[in-house]
Each structure stands twice: as C-alpha cells, then as structure tokens.
C-alpha cells in the first residue's frame, strides 16, 4: 500500500491550504490525516470512513474539512482560519481490512503545514 500526499507549504495566518492523499489500496475502511509537531507526538487531525462518517480534533472543528472520493481512493484536508499552532508535518493514514487478520495501518511521507503569525 501506498500513501502519496500533497498540497502542504507556507502560509499567513487566516490563510488556507488544501491536502490529499492518493492510497493504491483496496478494502480501504477509513483514511485520516494527523499533525505532528517539532517535539511533539502525532495526533489525529481529521478522519473519515468509507461510509463517510468523519471525525475532528477539538482544535480544528468548524475550520477544517475532510472529505473522500472513494472512487479515487483519495482523501482531501480543507484547512481554512489557519493559526500558527496549526503548523506541522501532516500524515496521511489509511487502515485497511485485513485479508487474513485484524486492519493494518498505512502512512504517508508526510507534508510540511507552516502557518506564519
């Protein structure tokens, strides 16, 4: 499986930034970004089920958007109002059904999120 992500960069405070993520993957049953932080641990952002049920850190509810196309196996992060402690390496994560035993998670390269105050 294979996770390629794009769309970070540098940005002001207030601005806005679009993510996705391309997985070649089948049996897909959620896909996700997390933010990792210099120092800091990696932690959910978004996160989103093939049926579309989605879920969001505190930190970014009503600014953030997650959003599928399952068609395209592909999963977008709309950041809008960015703050500075928004800034990170964003990963994108997919868990996918296990043929013979439990899910296994999958990750991208990471992209770099820098919001400048």
């Known amino acids: 499986v294979q996770l390629q992500a794009s769309g970070g960069g540098l940005v002001q405070a207030g601005g806005s930034l679009r993510l996705s993520c391309a997985a070649s993957?089948?049996?897909?049953?959620?896909m996700g970004w997390y933010r990792q932080a210099p120092g800091q641990q990696r932690d959910l952002v978004a996160r989103?089920?093939?049926?579309?049920?989605?879920n969001y850190a505190d930190s970014v509810k009503g600014r953030f958007t997650i959003s599928r196309d399952n068609a395209k196996n592909t999963v977008y992060l709309q950041m809008n109002s960015l703050k500075p402690e928004d800034t990170g390496v964003y990963y994108c994560?997919?868990?996918?059904?296990?043929?013979?035993?439990?899910?296994?998670?999958?990750w991208g390269q990471g992209t770099q999120v820098t919001v400048s105050s």
């Open positions: 994560q997919c868990q996918v059904i296990g043929t013979y035993g439990p899910p296994s998670d999958y």
């Open positions: 993957a089948s049996g897909i049953i959620s």
């Open positions: 989103i089920t093939s049926r579309g049920s989605s």
